[in-house]
């Protein structure tokens, strides 16, 4: 079974600097999809980011940007420039291929906490 | 485009009473998921739809709990007769079909349940 690990259950940076937050998962699919989602205190779940598998090159939106390693099954999200408004949780999310059995379920990290300090 | 809507934003209702959360999908996405929150459990799914039709049950705590989705426009999770421990913030997502590539999933603003 999938499953998505999030090591660091809270964060804090400084407003203008540079932050990682790491993700690590466990499967055994050769592709497959990867995401971030932040849900700020206002409790909205928004998307940041998605990965596929089969790309080698790192999705970047932004000031978001992932560093996704495929061998070591890790999917770490760099905050550039951080701002007071990226405050919020943050949660790394994996999904089967959708040639896979109940593909479109999402297996989710427990989350990570970041706040970012004026 | 309008996202994902659900209703209402907030219930507060006693024990024993009966609750319907309702949600609308993104129009053109065939798959529906219902999630639930607490500070305890973290993010949880209780159910998800593809086409209309229940694929996943597994997360549905109990029998308590039923959810429908008679329509691709609209889905109802409904709780009878519902209890504290129910409370939380509910959460309806809805995504497009992966066979044309990454689909992520689009929350809704939630349904933040209190259960007296």
């Known amino acids: 079974a999938q499953t998505v690990t999030q090591s660091q259950p809270e964060m804090s940076v400084q407003e203008a600097e540079t932050v990682t937050l790491s993700c690590t998962y466990d499967?055994?699919?050769?592709?497959?999809?990867l995401f971030w989602y932040k849900q700020p205190p206002s409790r909205q779940m928004i998307l940041v980011i998605r990965q596929e598998a089969y790309k080698q090159q790192n999705a970047t939106e932004n000031r978001f940007s992932v560093n996704f390693q495929k061998a070591a099954k890790s999917f770490s999200l760099k905050i550039s420039d951080s701002q007071l408004g990226d405050t919020a949780m943050y949660f790394c999310?994996?999904?089967?291929?959708?040639?896979?059995?109940?593909?479109?379920?999402?297996?989710w990290g427990l989350g990570t906490s970041l706040a970012v300090n004026p | 485009d309008a996202g994902v809507i659900q209703s209402p934003r907030h219930e507060v209702t006693e024990m024993g009473q009966e609750v319907t959360l309702r949600c609308k999908p993104i129009s053109g996405h065939n798959s529906l998921f219902w999630y639930r929150q607490t500070m305890m459990r973290g993010l949880e799914l209780l159910i998800y739809?593809?086409?209309?039709?229940?694929?996943?049950d597994s997360g549905m705590p109990e029998d308590r709990f039923s959810a429908k989705m008679p329509n691709a426009s609209f889905s109802t999770l409904k709780i009878q007769p519902s209890e504290p421990r129910d409370s939380a913030v509910y959460f309806c997502?809805?995504?497009?079909?992966?066979?044309?590539?990454?689909?992520?999933?689009?929350f809704g603003d939630g349904t933040r349940l209190s259960i007296l």
């Open positions: 997502a809805s995504s497009g079909d992966p066979s044309r590539g990454n689909q992520p999933q689009h």
């Open positions: 999310a994996f999904m089967k291929p959708h040639n896979a059995g109940n593909n479109r379920k999402l297996i």
């Open positions: 739809f593809n086409n209309n039709v229940p694929i996943d």
């Open positions: 499967t055994s699919e050769n592709n497959y999809y």
